[in-house]
């Protein structure tokens, strides 16, 4: 079966500083993987994904991540961390080929402060 | 990229009592996504919904409390059955997009409270 852990329940950092939100998961075969993005009382928004290629992914708002497999991880990163950037996280993954069941991690709370 | 309109965004509902919840996407899609999430909490899988066939629901969750209709490739409807309070939650429909290539977009969310 396959999992994702978010260790980090909330993560707090000053604005302008760099921020890093920590993913680890588990699948069988080869993931695909994607972080999104919760702002309070709002759905929640795709930021970036890795599906194959380039380890280091771009994404929106400033946003990238890295994925290593050898350490089966896929950590958020943003060089300058802004007020606005404050909401959830959510790390995913699944299996690639076809149709995969998509497994969510459980969030990190993300608190900028100015 | 495509637009996924989720309906009623919240609802307070009597205990014993159904809600159905409408997803309306303005692109086809094959296959629609059921989710629930309790507030600031993870995001659980209820079903997945293929237009034409019978939506396949996952462990823990069961056709007759939460029956989903996918009349086309465009639209789907969970609707919530005999409510009891722990039914309280938000729930989410998703898609898969091929525009996005295998990014999912999900709907704004229908945040219920069972009283």
């Known amino acids: 079966a396959q999992s994702v852990a978010q260790p980090e329940d909330q993560v707090n950092v000053a604005e302008g500083n760099p921020l890093t939100v920590k993913c680890t998961y588990s699948v069988s075969g080869n993931p695909y993987l994607f972080w999104y993005v919760q702002y309070p009382n709002r759905g929640l928004q795709f930021l970036l994904k890795?599906?194959?290629?380039?380890?280091l992914v771009k994404g929106s708002y400033g946003f990238e991540a890295e994925f290593n497999k050898s350490q089966t991880s896929f950590h958020l990163k943003k060089p300058s961390a802004l007020v606005s950037d404050s909401a959830l996280y959510f790390c995913?993954?699944?299996?690639?080929?076809?149709?995969?069941?998509?497994?969510f991690g459980t969030g990190t709370k993300l608190q900028v402060i100015p | 990229s495509a637009v996924i309109s989720q309906k009623p965004s919240r609802d307070i509902c009597q205990r014993g009592t159904s809600l159905t919840i409408q997803c309306q996407v303005d692109s086809q899609v094959t296959m629609m996504f059921w989710y629930r999430q309790q507030p600031g909490q993870s995001l659980t899988l209820i079903a997945t919904?293929?237009?034409?066939?019978?939506?396949?629901?996952e462990s823990g969750f069961v056709i007759d409390k939460f029956p989903i209709s996918r009349p086309n490739l465009t639209f789907s409807t969970l609707t919530v059955s005999n409510m009891s309070p722990e039914d309280s939650s938000i729930y989410l429909c998703s898609v898969e997009l091929q525009q996005v290539n295998y990014g999912y977009t999900f709907g704004s969310g229908t945040r219920l409270t069972v009283v």
């Open positions: 890795y599906i194959t290629g380039d380890n």
């Open positions: 995913a993954v699944r299996e690639s080929g076809g149709y995969q069941k998509v497994t």
């Open positions: 919904a293929n237009q034409g066939s019978e939506a396949t629901y």
